[in-house]
């Protein structure tokens, strides 16, 4: 959306909180959670057209999952907001020539998954069933995937996991939460029901969810890749990563932006899923 029709938005949602500001705010929030794009055209299907295809199932929610089979490490792969498994395409060559077991998924409202609504910690709820279907050695998460990969390994044992790569990845939930706030323009009135609406539904406050604090419990060795210039998730949030997560190094790269798609990257992720 343009910054025009961003603010037109917010200026519509701010003038209705001052009639119902629990309204304007449930609003705010479907808004925030509504991906506008993540769903399949034909090309990037057809990249996806050589694996084996299997549904999954979480509660009431469907998970498209793609299996890329090799005889290494099985890598399950966590894309970000507003895309889809095959945003992975540019790593495949890299990947099967390690003979990695390669398993892809589709996000909550993404790609071939069932919903039309998003958040991370159902996305991790995802990764968990998927996680539980495949055994991964390997997480790798770009974006709101990293930030998922986190969740679901705090809140579940997956102790097959060995090793997880976060390219991108935003270090806390309120960073990301006052950032929509800011760009829309919300009023205080939206913007502490917005703080409402998540501690009613999920039982904790909004800065309880930072996937930096989570990562000081993960005993998998972690990769950090982040981007000094990327625009959507700031720099600052590796730093915070690499601070709080003990068994982890840090990878800085310029020029690369927030999708981290670039040759030069891959070895480092390569060196580090080999290294012992």
Known sequence: ????????????????????????SKKALNLFASPRKGRYNESQLKVLNKAKYKM????????????????????????????????????????????????????????QSGGKQFNAILYSEFINVVAE??????????????????????????????????????AHFTGVFTRYKTMMGYNHRISEGLDRIVFERFGKPTDYFSAANFTKDIQAKGLIIHDKKDCIIPYEDALLFANRYANSELVTTEGFGHSLRDDSITPYIIEFLNKE
């Open 133 to 170: 279907a495949f055994k991964p050695e390997v997480l790798i998460g770009h974006s709101v995937g990293g930030m998922a990969s986190v969740f679901c390994m705090h809140n579940h044992d997956l102790d097959f996991v060995k090793k997880m790569v976060l390219l991108g990845a935003p």
């Open 56 to 111: 999954l199932q979480y509660e009431n929610h469907e998970i498209a999952t793609y299996h890329f089979k090799g005889n290494s490490k099985t890598i399950l792969l966590a894309h970000g907001w507003e895309s889809n498994a095959a945003r992975w395409s540019y790593l495949f060559n890299d990947l099967t020539a390690q003979d990695y077991n390669i398993i892809l998924l589709d996000g909550p409202a993404h790609g």
């Open 1 to 24: 959306m343009s910054s025009l029709v961003v603010k037109s938005i917010g200026k519509a949602l701010n003038a209705t909180s001052l009639i119902s500001s629990k309204y304007a």
